[in-house]
């Protein structure tokens, strides 16, 4: 779930690509990173942290040139705290390219090994974004004609990345001399979307994850990027686009309409926000059969990506929506934060109660989805502890019962509260005196009734059906030896650390 961005333009880009990595900040909190493209050269600057605390005046005077690309990480891999997964990432053969990528690869490790044997590629970190750069540039490599890049040759190399790569990827990439080029894989599965800005000095383009970043940056949406396609913008700002993949059916995450995204994006046609309104429709009848509207005082969103699904929810059940819960901006989406002691700890910080709304009254909360059940336990403790004589809770989607392995942080099927549990076991655990939950069918209806031609989406978190058709029991059980096995090595790292500093006191 990270946020991708990249532009041809007439004048400088460095404001442009750091404005809309702004606005796709939700999408990827852990790292940022920039690279502009003057003449045959590139010039980059990333790190980890927020956008406004990766870049600095004097890192953005170092990004001239009219193109660029743009990236904010969202770990769904390795360290959460490793500066050297920030992208962009930057290989220099065979033309010198740089590449940012939203998703993840199911077959990074085959590839691994295939860029080391076969292709003579060396990875320099964990990151499956550095595998599928080589792969790109090895293709081009192979399909070029000695020193010649043409566009043939271009989107051969798409194809053939195609063919070799499984999972989930939107892809910007720069060549350097060359152009911009972009392209989203076979399923569709991670959002892309562009369009242009006319200009006196000729016509802009503007590539991003969420429509959202194009409406602020006064650009006018064209169209979604399709399953398979590459688009590729030359230096003479001519748009040259093809269908890359043989077998291209458009899948998208329906993780991103329930959450991801921002609601007034646009993702493959279907407005975000009133595919949350209705959720709130579909989960107002699935809530009847379950909790009588009499026993209900009032519904609460938990914000902010509930909140026109509870609104619509209330409106439809004739009950009052209140605002219950205040937010402090200044926290980031705890569901996206490294680690589970982290995102605990950060629900007191990120949210507090208007006690009012609370004292005495049976209170309906609703939140977009439940993963790990950590932010519902503690938003229910909070709200009997501002007086609440029942709490109720709804989610607009279904339970999260399996892993997501398209960039998503959800990989251990252990982490997730309802793998396991029924609904009343569920309840039970995160202490609320009922649980309503959408049922899957609703969800897809949600969007389908906005957009009838949209009839498949990936919706592997909540029925197991991975759309890329690779994932096995074996592939799920061995990401999570690895995560075990990472986390085992954090902690052997934040100890060793500890000593060190200990007898570093002791000798001081």
């Known amino acids: 779930m990270c946020g991708i961005l990249g532009v041809v333009a007439t004048t400088p880009v460095n404001q442009l690509l750091y404005d809309g ?15 502009t493209a003057e003449d045959d ?33 969202y770990p769904t891999a390795g360290s959460a705290f490793d500066a050297a997964l920030s992208q962009p990432f930057y290989v220099n053969s065979p033309f010198g390219i740089v590449l940012g990528h939203n998703g993840n690869l199911t077959n990074a490790e085959q590839l691994k090994e295939e860029m080391f044997r076969q292709d003579l590629r ?34 051969a190399a798409v194809a053939a990345v195609h063919r070799r790569c499984r999972g989930a990827y939107a892809v910007v990439a720069m060549i350097a001399g060359h152009g911009l ?57 001519h748009l040259h686009q093809r269908q890359c993949a043989q077998h ?24 975000v ?24 005082d009032v519904v609460i969103p938990i914000p902010d990506s509930s909140r026109p699904s509870a609104m619509q929810l209330a409106q439809r059940i004739g009950v009052p929506y209140r605002e219950g819960f205040v937010k402090n901006r200044y926290i980031g989406r705890t569901f996206i934060m490294p680690g589970q002691a982290t995102r605990a700890r950060s629900v007191r910080q990120k949210l507090n109660t208007v006690a009012q709304e609370f ?48 960039g998503i942080d959800m990989p251990t099927r252990s982490e997730l509260i309802a793998t396991g549990r029924t609904g009343e076991q569920i309840a039970r655990e995160i202490g609320a005196d009922a649980l309503v939950y959408q049922d899957l069918d609703a969800l897809k209806a949600s969007i389908r009734e906005l957009k009838p031609s949209l009839c498949h989406f990936d919706t592997s978190c909540f029925d197991g059906c991975y759309v890329t058709g690779d994932v096995s029991t074996e592939y799920l059980t061995a990401i999570e030896m690895a995560r075990a096995g990472h986390q085992k090595t954090t902690k052997e790292e934040r100890w060793a650390s500890k000593q060190l500093h200990l007898n570093l006191l002791s000798a001081g």
């Open 273 to 296: 926000y009133e595919a949350r309104l209705n959720m709130g429709e579909h989960l107002a009848d699935k809530l009847l059969k379950h909790i009588p509207f009499d026993q209900i």
């Open 181 to 237: 080029l972009a392209f989203r894989d076979p399923f569709g599965i991670r959002p892309l979307v562009f369009g242009i800005n006319e200009t006196p000095e000729g016509t802009e383009y503007l590539f991003a994850s969420e429509s959202v970043a194009l409406d602020t940056l006064g650009f006018q949406v064209l169209r979604d990027v399709d399953p398979g396609e590459a688009i590729f913008i030359d230096l003479d700002h």
């Open 359 to 406: 004292k005495g009254k049976r209170v309906l909360l609703v939140d977009d989805s439940i993963v790990r059940g950590t932010t519902s336990r503690e938003i229910v403790e909070m709200a009997r502890a501002a007086g609440a004589l029942k709490v109720f809770f709804a989610s607009a989607s279904p339970p999260v019962r399996y892993p997501n392995v398209y």
């Open 248 to 271: 291209a059916a458009l899948s998208p995450c329906i993780f991103e309409f329930v959450y991801l995204a921002r609601p007034d994006s646009v993702i493959d046609g279907v407005s």
């Open 122 to 155: 060396h990875i320099n970190t964990g990151s499956d974004s550095e595998v599928l750069l080589n792969t790109l540039a090895h293709e081009l490599q192979a399909t070029a004609k000695g020193c010649r890049l043409d566009l043939d040759t271009i989107f």
């Open 21 to 35: 990595l702004m606005v796709l900040q939700h999408r990827g909190q852990d790292a940022a990173g920039i690279v």
């Open 41 to 73: 050269a590139f010039h980059m600057h990333k790190g980890s942290g927020l956008v406004r605390d990766v870049f600095r005046t004097r890192n953005m005077r170092a990004l001239p040139g009219n193109m660029g690309i743009a990236h904010c990480r």
